[in-house]
């Protein structure tokens, strides 16, 4: 995954900041993704959803409104419509810049904002709210405390999310000019809907009013047992997910891999922005990857653990082989592999005591009718593993340049 940082200008002329995030390879479709009211492009649940989207071939860019996270502009100056505007200008950054978006997403607020300008995006052909309300006036409720000063003085400071905001009486002005069933109703694009039932914060019944307004295709996920930041990394990450899976039914195939490797052979390439790794083995295409921890996307299995899982399904292979050919009462073989390194001094049967040593360990449960001393006997068998015996055998990796000839 490459991440991009970008600025461009909205229609009065300031500087929104942006991140675009995209897949290491040719990005199948691109979206634009809008956040929740106050919030910004680096809130958690919008990383994670961004992930789960670039993961999927998609390129991503959410941004910060006016006046929020890294953007130029007073908050107190801006209002619904300009959100509005700001999501225009971005749809119209990627148009000059990359390509249209194909996919608008928006969260709470910033999912109202998309419906919104969704007609004006001839691109888009996939729309997705997550949490987001049926009336852009729902969010007068926020500060309902502040609407007799708003009326007598104009503005008031508000606490949103812990954090203190102006509000002028134009941002409430302009909420009310909005008719947002309409927009929907001649939407002519695919909508999802993601709403959590137990968002305390934007009811889900703003959900069933989104879904009733709209027209097919049209779907709806419940996010069972989130909130309404999808504050739990597992519901955002399920969430875009979803997304991903959903919107694909609405965009081209994915480019295909340009990696080819003959039967027998195994090509990988990394490029520099990560660890993110393209591998093909023959006719099979897979990923791996580095743990976040170690400054990879977790895209994939690490290289040790394909070692692992070379170990661990070439022994559950070879499980399965035997009990055929013996007849055996064997329903399945499941085997657990784990991988280390220790210091040789602790390891009993290894011959060198002045390093550390690769240590593998197999855990292998046997399903079936078995006696012991046949289990017994499966737990020897598993040592033939062609994979196992590598392991333990002499090996060379001889190693060349592929363009220099030799």
């Given at each position: 995954?490459?991440?991009?940082?970008?600025?461009?200008?909205?229609?009065?002329?300031?500087?929104?900041?942006?991140?675009?995030?995209?897949?290491?390879?040719?990005?199948?479709?691109?979206?634009?993704?809008?956040?929740?009211?106050?919030?910004?492009?680096?809130?958690?649940?919008?990383?994670?959803?961004?992930?789960?989207?670039?993961?999927?071939?998609?390129?991503?860019?959410?941004?910060?409104?006016?006046?929020?996270?890294?953007?130029?502009?007073?908050?107190?100056?801006?209002?619904?419509?300009?959100?509005?505007?700001?999501?225009?200008?971005?749809?119209?950054?990627?148009?000059?810049?990359?390509?249209?978006?194909?996919?608008?997403?928006?969260?709470?607020?910033?999912?109202?904002?998309?419906?919104?300008?969704?007609?004006?995006?001839?691109?888009?052909v996939a729309v997705a709210t997550i949490g987001s309300p049926a009336d852009p006036g729902h969010v007068a409720h926020l500060f309902?405390?502040?609407?007799?000063?708003?009326?007598?003085?104009?503005?008031?400071?508000?606490?949103?999310?812990?954090?203190?905001?102006?509000?002028?009486?134009?941002?409430?002005?302009?909420?009310?000019?909005?008719?947002?069933?309409?927009?929907?109703?001649?939407?002519?694009?695919?909508?999802?809907?993601?709403?959590?039932?137990?968002?305390?914060?934007?009811?889900?019944?703003?959900?069933?009013?989104?879904?009733?307004?709209?027209?097919?295709?049209?779907?709806?996920?419940?996010?069972?047992?989130?909130?309404?930041?999808?504050?739990?990394?597992?519901?955002?990450?399920?969430?875009?997910?979803?997304?991903?899976?959903?919107?694909?039914?609405?965009?081209?195939?994915?480019?295909?891999?340009?990696?080819?490797?003959?039967?027998?052979?195994?090509?990988?390439?990394?490029?520099?922005?990560?660890?993110?790794?393209?591998?093909?083995?023959?006719?099979?295409?897979?990923?791996?990857?580095?743990?976040?921890?170690?400054?990879?996307?977790?895209?994939?299995?690490?290289?040790?653990?394909?070692?692992?899982?070379?170990?661990?399904?070439?022994?559950?292979?070879?499980?399965?082989?035997?009990?055929?050919?013996?007849?055996?009462?064997?329903?399945?073989?499941?085997?657990t592999v784990t991988h280390d390194k220790v210091h040789a001094e602790d390891c009993v049967d290894c011959e060198t005591k002045d390093?550390?040593?690769?240590?593998?360990?197999?855990?292998?449960?046997?399903?079936?009718?078995?006696?012991?001393?046949?289990?017994?006997?499966?737990?020897?068998?598993?040592?033939?593993?062609?994979?196992?015996?590598?392991?333990?055998?002499?090996?060379?990796?001889?190693?060349?340049?592929?363009?220099?000839?030799?």
């Amino acid at each position: 995954m490459r991440k991009i940082n970008v600025r461009f200008q909205n229609a009065a002329g300031q500087t929104l900041s942006g991140i675009l995030e995209t897949p290491l390879a040719a990005p199948r479709a691109y979206a634009l993704f809008a956040h929740c009211f106050t919030c910004s492009k680096n809130l958690k649940a919008a990383t994670n959803i961004s992930r789960a989207l670039t993961d999927a071939g998609l390129a991503v860019l959410r941004f910060d409104f006016t006046g929020l996270g890294q953007s130029e502009g007073e908050f107190a100056e801006t209002n619904f419509s300009s959100n509005v505007d700001d999501l225009l200008a971005a749809a119209q950054f990627l148009k000059e810049e990359h390509k249209p978006p194909a996919v608008l997403i928006g969260h709470s607020l910033g999912g109202t904002a998309v419906l919104q300008a969704a007609p004006q995006v001839p691109s888009a052909v996939a729309v997705a709210t997550i949490g987001s309300p049926a009336d852009p006036g729902h969010v007068a409720h926020l500060f309902a405390g502040a609407h007799d000063q708003l009326e007598r003085e104009g503005s008031a400071e508000v606490s949103l999310g812990g954090r203190p905001f102006t509000i002028k009486r134009q941002f409430l002005d302009d909420l009310r000019t909005h008719d947002l069933p309409a927009a929907i109703g001649g939407l002519r694009k695919a909508l999802l809907i993601m709403h959590a039932p137990l968002d305390d914060t934007v009811e889900v019944d703003n959900a069933s009013s989104l879904f009733a307004a709209a027209k097919h295709p049209k779907s709806f996920v419940s996010l069972d047992k989130a909130d309404h930041l999808l504050t739990r990394e597992e519901d955002s990450l399920y969430a875009g997910k979803v997304l991903a899976a959903w919107s694909s039914r609405y965009l081209p195939p994915a480019p295909a891999s340009d990696l080819v490797a003959e039967e027998g052979h195994v090509v990988a390439r990394t490029f520099v922005d990560g660890f993110r790794t393209d591998v093909q083995a023959g006719p099979h295409a897979l990923t791996a990857d580095e743990p976040a921890s170690v400054g990879g996307t977790n895209a994939g299995p690490s290289p040790y653990g394909l070692l692992s899982a070379a170990l661990a399904t070439c022994t559950s292979m070879t499980l399965k082989m035997y009990a055929s050919f013996k007849k055996l009462s064997l329903v399945s073989a499941t085997v657990t592999v784990t991988h280390d390194k220790v210091h040789a001094e602790d390891c009993v049967d290894c011959e060198t005591k002045d390093r550390k040593v690769d240590e593998f360990h197999r855990a292998i449960a046997l399903e079936g009718d078995l006696t012991s001393s046949e289990r017994q006997r499966m737990l020897e068998i598993a040592d033939r593993c062609p994979v196992h015996k590598t392991l333990h055998g002499e090996i060379k990796v001889r190693t060349t340049l592929a363009d220099d000839g030799s």
